[in-house]
Each structure stands twice: as structure tokens, then as C-alpha cells.
């Protein structure tokens, strides 16, 4: 994904400010890549209680 994105060249993907994405974590670094000056609402603790939450929902499922 980083390729596709480094096609626009480095002024156009400076303008970026907001994106719209998955929380996936593994997004984290190509954002902070690709679109250095991109200021996303969903910061790094966002993602970490998003998976939180995934863990502890498995585990009541193994409860039940």
C-alpha cells in the first residue's frame, strides 16, 4: 500500500489532514508514513482498547 500512496507526490500527501480508515493497527505506521501531517481521531490508545475489548469478548465466549 505504501507504493500506491507514494505515487502522489510528497506536496500532495503533505495536504492531507483527516483520513478515513479501518483500525486495523498495522495502518498505524503507513499513515504516519505516507501522510506525515495527518492528525487522525483515533490515536494509539483508541486501538489498544479496541483490541482490549476483542480479547475479553473472545474470552467470554469461551466462558459461555
Do not use: C, H
Not at 502522489?8 to 489532514?17: A, G, M, N, S, T
Not at 480508515?21 to 505506521?29: A, E, H, T, V
Amino acid at each position: 500500500m505504501v507504493q500506491y500512496f507514494m505515487r502522489y507526490p510528497r506536496k500532495v500527501r503533505l495536504k492531507i489532514k483527516y483520513l478515513t480508515m479501518d483500525m486495523n493497527p498495522s495502518y498505524g505506521q503507513l499513515i504516519q508514513t505516507v501522510f506525515p501531517n495527518e492528525k487522525s481521531p483515533w490515536g494509539k490508545y483508541s486501538v489498544k482498547l479496541l483490541n482490549l475489548s476483542s480479547i475479553l469478548s473472545s474470552k467470554v465466549l469461551q466462558l459461555a
